[in-house]
């Protein structure tokens, strides 16, 4: 495609709910928001030179699954067995094409996978053995053992989560948060969206969240770009990501509008929490979220960026 001078966007986001504000410390904020800013960067340059949303979100969304800072790739989260299962997906808002994976376990880009199961073969969703298998037919995609995965602050986190499951009173509160996603918005006016993630802490018996389920924490189509993050279940139970776009079709909301609605009006109303990205075909940016801090970042369409973690 012939590179035009037209606004292009990007977003992105590392999981919304996932620390408070004073377990935080300044050197953690710091290379939170360095590892922020190099996803954003590596979306930008194919956004700048003409590349499509799609490679945009999958470049930025590959950067945020190597940092440790990120419960997708590298600093996954541990399942109840002490392993890692991993989930991602991508959709091109253009052709409405979609691949997804779930359950993965030695594929150390899952989105990479997932966007293979888009373009080299008849599916949208391959899981666990199946997934795995698939993946052993394309020798560029590199493979690690599952073990990569593990960070010894993810382990922390299992044997918290353990404890607090085994405490009175104990339950999902604190254990479900963490995805990494992004979206875009390129010259060509197509949107494309991705999400990636290592799941729920302590998860048992190959569960699957929103994040590989087209609809629920991924959706891209003509409207706008969605990657949300947050207690999958709710999300999946409120498709959330397509009511979004589904409010902007048949309602004609804005953006912002059908965001604030499901994120902080649908979703809340299940007993759930979480946030999104999103992006419309105009250049508008919405990034709403009901928990203490997302991390977030983005380049919006007159070429002002920035991260955040908290409100401020």
Not at 17 to 32: C, F, N, T
Request: glycine share 14%; net charge negative.
């Amino acid at each position: 495609m012939p590179v035009c001078d037209a606004p292009f966007v990007l977003a992105i986001h590392g999981g919304a709910g996932v620390i408070e504000p004073e377990a935080l410390s300044a050197d953690e904020a710091r290379v939170i928001h360095a590892a922020l800013g190099a996803a954003l960067e590596a979306g930008h340059v194919l956004l700048r030179d003409g590349e499509t949303a799609l490679d945009a979100v999958e470049a930025a969304v590959i950067r945020l699954e190597e940092s440790p800072c990120f419960n997708a790739g590298l600093g996954a989260v541990f399942t109840a067995e002490g392993a890692h299962e991993l989930d991602a997906a991508l959709m091109d808002g253009h052709t409405r094409r979609a691949g997804a994976v779930a359950g993965v376990r030695t594929v150390r880009n899952p989105v990479r996978l997932a966007r293979a199961v888009m373009e080299r073969s008849a599916h949208v969703l391959l899981a666990g053995e199946g997934a795995e298998r698939f993946a052993d037919g394309l020798p560029d995609l590199e493979r690690v053992p599952n073990t990569w995965f593990g960070t010894p602050a993810r382990h922390a986190q299992l044997l918290l989560a353990q404890a607090r499951e085994a405490a009175p009173g104990g339950g999902l509160k604190g254990c479900y948060f963490g995805t990494v996603g992004a979206v875009a918005l390129d010259r060509h006016g197509r949107l494309a969206a991705a999400t990636s993630t290592g799941g729920m802490t302590n998860k048992r018996f190959g569960r699957i969240g929103d994040s590989p389920l087209i609809g629920s924490g991924t959706w891209a189509d003509a409207h706008c770009a969605v990657s949300a993050t947050g207690w999958g279940e709710i999300y999946i139970r409120c498709a959330a990501a397509h009511d979004i776009a589904a409010r902007m079709a048949y309602g004609e909301a804005s953006l912002a509008e059908a965001s604030e609605a499901v994120i902080l009006g649908e979703v809340p109303a299940l007993g759930g929490d979480g946030g999104a990205i999103a992006v419309d075909a105009a250049g508008h940016l919405a990034m709403p979220f009901s928990t203490s801090g997302m991390y977030r970042g983005w380049i919006d369409r007159h070429g002002q960026r920035g991260t955040r973690i908290f409100r401020d």
